[in-house]
């Protein structure tokens, strides 16, 4: 038997659950059982507590038939231990290193008391860490005056600790005795922790930070989201009332739990985040019958009323508070670079249009990856709405046939980005048009995180220097929706972009093309490029360097072109800050060598190429959809890792991280090219691998999934065709 069980639900949480699973498994105390309960998640926490549970025998999961909520998920933890204490852990919150350790030789200490109480301290995404108010004075400690075990009645400050379950570890049989469990609706910890606490014979505290308890931006909180749900409140104190009635020991705590009920109905009611303010006057005439039915006989009235700030005026002034400070900083910027003219301020007064949506894709370049295959398949299916691209005015003259186009800062341009109902893009959305209330955004991103993005860049200089993180979270406070490509992007965009967004764990639209296309449209693409029959054509695609301080090429593609001979065809497709930097590029003009930089569809590229040759992008995941073999190759993996980070090892040569033969100097690759070593098979199946964990979802639909979502309000996405049952553009040696 051990000697904990850890018990963690888990909803919807997998950005985080790999960490809370983390800090529990790397303990260094080892004698306890883990119980994952997924609580019918529909995103991927139950594949990643199967996949803790097979690499960890510790591990057990249990997968509930239908959502329950938090409190009776615990109840099934509950249910399924066998440990001698149990302890509480939500699912994207973690336990600090060495903390099971010292809550065993804790209770070894004060006799294995009933309730062991130990402190926690908040997390915040920028990693500041502050301890609770109450551990920080020292209400957790013992020493003279105070003894070190005790019970409620012998010290009633320890009531005035955080009243939530995870902050203590509870004897199991103490539990079982007593037939403890929780209920379930918002509040469960209440009816749980004041019977525990008031009900346990002996309580010890531990003076040490257990647990760092996430304090999300935005989202994950549900007790800090407007909903009626909040009246669940009273009857979770009906069931503690009945718990102390049902005691005649405990009916000296009446008089203190009659007030702490009533101040805890004032907080939600007069919070501006929880109770409709249309239901506001309701809930409080249901505290006031609460304050009624539960004050102990003799005890003086306590009013529940809510505070002037919660009526209307309350609600006008704070209101007008909270809209000037969220404008101010906008607003003055703008003013101050002339954007927000007399004209776009009229424009934002007018209601906006439904039948209308804004495109941008790289900082308004021409229209390109899923911002681009999102609009041709909206005008396919809603061509009611229509589609407006933003693109640079030195750029209009190559945008394709047939798409409307404004260029920034334009009057036109102000016009759409007043009145658009709906805005597309894969870059930061732009602070010379605030979002106005109504707009909907979606953020698609430009790839498969393969390098560090987002809030993980503040360890990496090099690359995020030059970013100020609270803007571009200011940013991200702006989305509606984030399009995943798989269930490690969504992952990462979730922690990485803290904030309320909806995930769309959808595929890439941008990959479509590789589901439908067929022998015509590959043949088409290579014919485009003048490639003839028979050619092995590889396609170079190297990510940007942010350490470098100019361009620099890591290949001499003329020198391999001539190694290789007629036979092989190089494109060369230099990143786009590269390719526009003022320094250091220049086209590739040799024999065996294309440049296709200034290509406008990456997408078509890959189909004409046999090979994709790359290092550190995205498009390696892309190109992994047509099943052709792929190279790793850079000269720089321990730079790079140091100044810019991955989350992928693509040298590693394991699979799942690595998508096939890898190269770490020119020579090296020459010799894998012409020994034909990349196309063996250990490298396809490194490859198959590699198109298992992040290709799933990419059949083709992705496009059609966003568009019904976000522009015809459909709530149930089309079904994902496995990838064994997919079909795949042909290879070109296949035709």
């Not at 909803?11 to 309960?37: H, M, N, P, T, W």
């Not at 109480?117 to 020292?138: C, I, L, P």
């Not at 004897?171 to 525990?196: K, L």
Request: hydrophobic share 40%; with cysteine.
């Amino acid at each position: 038997m051990p000697r904990f069980s850890i018990i963690v639900p888990a909803y919807q949480v997998q950005s985080y659950l790999g960490a809370c699973l983390d800090s529990v498994l790397k303990q260094s105390y080892r004698d306890f059982e883990l119980i994952g309960v997924d609580d019918r998640s529909p995103d991927g926490s139950g594949e990643i507590l199967d996949t803790y549970a097979a690499a960890d025998q510790r591990v057990r999961v249990l997968h509930l038939p239908e959502n329950v909520g938090l409190g009776r998920a615990r109840n099934a933890g509950i249910e399924a231990a066998t440990g001698d204490y149990l302890i509480f852990l939500d699912s994207d919150d973690t336990l600090t290193e060495g903390s099971l350790r010292a809550i065993a030789d804790r209770l070894d200490a004060t006799g294995e008391p009933e309730v062991l109480v130990y402190d926690y301290a908040r997390s915040y995404w920028d990693e500041r860490t502050v301890r609770s108010r109450d551990g920080a004075a020292g209400a957790l400690r013992t020493g003279v005056g105070r003894a070190e075990v005790f019970t409620a009645a012998d010290r009633e400050d320890i009531l005035n600790l955080l009243m939530v379950a995870w902050n203590k570890a509870y004897r199991r049989d103490f539990v079982e005795r007593n037939g403890f469990r929780f209920p379930a609706g918002y509040y469960e910890d209440t009816p749980w922790t004041y019977p525990v606490m008031l009900s346990a014979a002996t309580i010890a505290t531990l003076d040490r930070v257990v647990v760092h308890y996430r304090q999300r931006r935005q989202g994950g909180n549900i007790l800090a989201t407007v909903s009626r749900r909040h009246f669940d409140v009273f009857a979770q104190y009906d069931l503690v009332f009945a718990f102390l009635q049902e005691r005649p020991e405990l009916h000296r705590w009446l008089p203190l739990l009659h007030k702490r009920m009533v101040e805890h109905c004032r907080t939600i009611g007069n919070h501006p985040d929880r109770v409709p303010p249309e239901a506001r006057k309701e809930f409080f005439e249901l505290a006031a019958e609460a304050e009624r039915r539960h004050r102990p006989e003799g005890a003086p009235a306590l009013a529940v009323g809510g505070d002037w700030k919660q009526r209307p005026l309350g609600r006008l002034a704070r209101t007008a508070g909270r809209t000037v400070n969220e404008i101010r900083p906008v607003a003055a910027k703008a003013v101050a670079q002339g954007l927000l003219t007399t004209y776009q301020a009229a424009q934002r007064r007018l209601p906006l249009n439904p039948q209308l949506a804004l495109f941008s894709s790289y900082r308004y370049r021409l229209p390109a990856c899923n911002p681009a295959a999102i609009q041709a398949k909206l005008q396919e299916l809603a061509p009611e709405i229509r589609s407006v691209w933003v693109v640079e005015a030195a750029r209009r003259k190559d945008v394709p046939e047939g798409l409307t186009v404004v260029s920034p800062g334009s009057r036109e341009y102000r016009e759409v980005a007043s009145r658009a109902a709906y805005s597309v893009s894969n870059v930061p959305f732009a602070d010379s048009a605030p979002k106005r209330e109504g707009m909907v955004y979606l953020q698609t991103h430009c790839g498969t995180p393969v390098k560090r993005m987002g809030t993980d860049l503040r360890d990496y200089p090099a690359a995020g220097s030059s970013l100020s993180f609270h803007a571009m979270l200011r940013r991200v406070d702006t989305w509606d929706y984030s399009l995943s490509a798989n269930h490690f992007s969504s992952q990462v965009w979730e922690r990485v972009y803290p904030s309320d967004y909806q995930n769309l764990e959808y595929g890439y639209p941008r990959n479509d093309v590789y589901s439908t296309a067929g022998a015509a449209e590959v043949l088409a693409a290579r014919e485009e490029l003048g490639v003839k029959p028979g050619q092995t054509v590889l396609l170079y695609a190297p990510t940007t360097r942010e350490y470098r301080a100019s361009y620099r090429p890591g290949l001499d593609l003329a020198r391999l072109a001539r190694t290789l001979g007629p036979d092989y065809v190089l494109l060369n497709r230099t990143h786009f800050l590269d390719r526009e930097s003022p320094a250091g590029y220049t086209p590739v003009d040799a024999p065996g060598v294309i440049d296709v930089s200034g290509h406008p569809s990456v997408e078509r590229l890959a189909l004409a190429a046999d090979a994709l040759i790359t290092d550190y992008s995205s498009l390696m995941v892309d190109y992994a959809n047509l099943d052709r073999p792929i190279i790793v190759f850079a000269d720089d993996w321990e730079v790079y890792r140091q100044t810019r980070g991955t989350y992928l090892d693509v040298f590693s040569g394991r699979p799942g991280q690595s998508p096939g033969a890898t190269a770490s100097s020119e020579e090296e690759l020459t010799e894998l090219l012409r020994s034909d070593e990349w196309r063996s098979g250990a490298n396809a199946a490194l490859r198959s691998a590699f198109r298992e964990r992040f290709c799933a979802l990419d059949d083709g639909r992705a496009a059609e999934r966003v568009v019904r979502t976000v522009f015809l309000g459909e709530s149930t996405p089309l079904p994902v065709i496995p990838l064994a049952e997919r079909t795949t553009a042909p290879r070109p040696e296949e035709l």
